[in-house]
């Protein structure tokens, strides 16, 4: 018997699978399709403290290898989903959820993080200051080591949930992003976000994207996301979430040789809703196959 438990920041999960916020929903459209309990947990779409509609279309370009996205945290408010979303959550999903925040200021983030502290339901609250699709907010706090450890420091005040920064690849140096979150008083950080690309229209000789450029995401991310983990993981002491590009029990592995503690799946959702529950099933025989009986007897053991 292999042991595909995890602990992120004091909470156990079954098994190290989440899916990533932007991909999921609310769960709802997932729990339609497969007992979605099966997973270690989930992390919500995006929410900021008003209702967004999102960016102009088209939002959406294919790329080989991945797709780019220019959503724009479309999504309906910390209100309803703390008032309504949350409280019905509880009828498909029966462990703790992650609440994915984002913000246009560092007061925004402190309400939306304090309202998502204080539902039951969520375990962690994950802030976003990396989205790359909207305009003096997100990325722009996840930039500047300073900025990043001002939002930290103000959203780990109003929390006693444990606090995960959602980092940026868009920057020279995720490490010491990472460090600053963590002296600021960080539980965990996740990376990596989306990369910022674009894609051309040939005939209309414009950017596909309405927004012109988006994030990009998908398989081809992978190997840029593995590297990233790696590197923050020989700079902080606190957990990470690893993400970019995962798409099977495999590449969960290498996240947690690289220093993961718990992995989340994005793109790979949008185009095989199934994917998580392969990868839940797929991870205990893998491990397996290789002679892990526990997922602390690799993490991180790539490096040195
Ligand atoms: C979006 O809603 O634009 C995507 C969120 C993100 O990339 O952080």
């Known amino acids: 018997m292999v042991n595909t438990k995890v602990t992120l920041c004091g909470l156990e999960l079954d098994n190290p699978v989440i899916p990533a916020s932007g991909t999921f929903g609310y769960g709802e459209e997932f729990a339609a399709l497969y007992d979605i309990n099966m997973l270690g947990s989930f992390s919500f779409k995006g929410t900021t403290r008003e209702p967004r509609f999102g960016n102009p279309t088209p939002r959406i370009a294919e790329c080989s290898e991945g797709m780019l996205n220019s959503v724009g945290l479309q999504n309906p408010g910390i209100d309803e989903v703390v008032g309504t979303i949350l409280p019905q959550m509880k009828a498909y999903f029966h462990k703790p959820v992650i609440a994915n925040i984002g913000g246009f200021s560092v007061e925004e983030y402190v309400d939306c993080a304090k309202k998502a502290d204080g539902a039951d339901n969520v375990g962690w609250i994950e802030v976003n200051i990396s989205c790359p699709n909207v305009h003096g907010g997100g990325l722009s706090f996840g930039t500047s080591p300073a900025a990043a450890a001002e939002v930290t420091a103000a959203v780990k005040a109003v929390c006693k949930k444990p606090v995960i920064m959602k980092l940026s690849p868009n920057v020279t140096n995720i490490a010491e992003i990472a460090a600053a979150c963590e002296t600021a008083g960080a539980d ?18 414009k950017p596909i994207l309405a927004n012109k450029t988006g994030g990009f995401s998908g398989p081809a991310v992978f190997p840029v996301a593995l590297r990233m983990v790696y590197e923050v993981w020989e700079a902080v002491k606190i957990p990470i979430v690893g993400m970019g590009g995962v798409q099977s029990a495999r590449d969960v592995l290498e996240m947690i040789l ?36 526990d997922l602390s007897e690799i993490r991180g053991a790539s490096h040195g």
């Open 188 to 205: 965990g950080v996740s990376l990596i976000n989306t990369l910022l690309g674009m894609r051309i229209d040939l005939k209309r000789r």
């Open 258 to 293: 690289a220093g993961a503690t718990a992995v989340q799946v994005g793109a790979a959702n949008l185009r095989e809703p199934m994917v998580c529950k392969t990868i839940v099933e797929e991870l205990p025989r893998l491990m397996a196959s290789l002679g892990i009986s």
